[in-house]
């Protein structure tokens, strides 16, 4: 049974900083995209960064220069540090598994609210 199970976000204020984190079970972790993407109500899901099983990054404009998604294959995690958070980073944040050649093998987390608020 495949799990992605995130952590780390809570209420933080503006220019604050989290770190999020997914755990991933069920899969070969180091054969998988990882990626961590936003959804507040009434939009679309939309990506935030991703991780290549290489290591190879890449983020959304909105992410660039305040976020840095990393990942440990030893624990089987995926990292999303936050700095300089601003108010409209409040939504629910997911994690994303995808294999990178049998891209059927896709699998999502159930998210984990950051809300940036003084």
């Known amino acids: 049974q495949v799990q992605l199970v995130e952590s780390g976000g809570g209420l933080v204020q503006p220019g604050g900083s989290l770190r999020l984190s997914c755990a991933a079970s069920g899969i070969i972790f180091s054969t998988y995209r990882m990626g961590w993407y936003r959804q507040a109500p009434g939009n679309q899901r939309e990506l935030v960064a991703t991780?290549?099983?290489?290591?190879?990054?890449n983020y959304a404009d909105s992410a660039k220069g305040r976020f840095t998604i990393s990942r440990d294959n030893a624990k089987n995690t995926v990292y999303l540090q936050m700095n300089n958070l601003k108010p409209e980073d409040t939504t629910v944040y997911y994690c994303?598994?995808?294999?990178?050649?049998?891209?059927?093998?896709?699998?999502w987390g159930k998210g984990t609210l950051v809300t940036v608020s003084s």
């Open positions: 994303n598994g995808n294999q990178e050649i049998f891209h059927a093998m896709n699998y």
């Open positions: 991780i290549s099983s290489g290591g190879v990054t």
